[in-house]
């Protein structure tokens, strides 16, 4: 969306760069109107009009910063929520296959920010396969 609202030349607008100058500035009635087109964007882009409204957002400015507010905090629980399946997955009865599947786990842990290592990956996979697979997991480790 920021790359859309550059392009418009009204990001300014949406990250307080370019606040509302005063009612008697000449770029006055042109800001106001730009900033009711990317707030009608932003309401009409997302599904959180209501959200937005709980909030009574009357600038693009205050709906961005909510919006950001919110996604943050989202995605604070959800790294913590990945992390916590990543480091309690277990094999169980599972195929190989599916259970090798822990790598779209460490995949997700990177995209929201997780500072995990791929020898974060292979210490959890062999944590997490059960006795028969011991002398692999020996092996493995020496």
């Known amino acids: 969306m920021t790359i859309f ?3 418009q030349k009204v990001l300014g607008i949406v990250n307080g760069t370019r606040p509302c100058p005063t009612q008697d ?3 006055f009635d042109l800001w106001t109107q730009c900033n009711d087109i990317v707030l009608s964007w932003i309401h009409a882009t997302l599904s959180v009009n209501e959200t937005l409204l709980n909030f009574d ?3 693009a400015f205050e709906a961005w910063t909510i919006l950001g507010q919110l996604f943050q905090d989202n995605a604070a629980a959800t790294q913590m929520h990945t992390r916590q399946q990543f480091q309690h997955f277990q094999k169980g009865e599972l195929s190989m296959d599916e259970y090798l599947q822990l790598h779209s786990l460490f995949t997700n842990l990177k995209v929201v920010g997780e500072q ?4 974060d990956l292979v210490a959890q996979a062999l944590l ?3 006795i028969p697979y011991n002398g692999f ?3 493995m480790n020496t």
């Open 5 to 7: 609202l550059r392009c």
């Open 25 to 27: 500035h000449t770029q």
């Open 57 to 59: 957002c009357q600038t």
């Open 116 to 119: 995990v290592q791929e020898n």
């Open 128 to 130: 997490g396969l059960p």
């Open 137 to 139: 997991i020996t092996a």
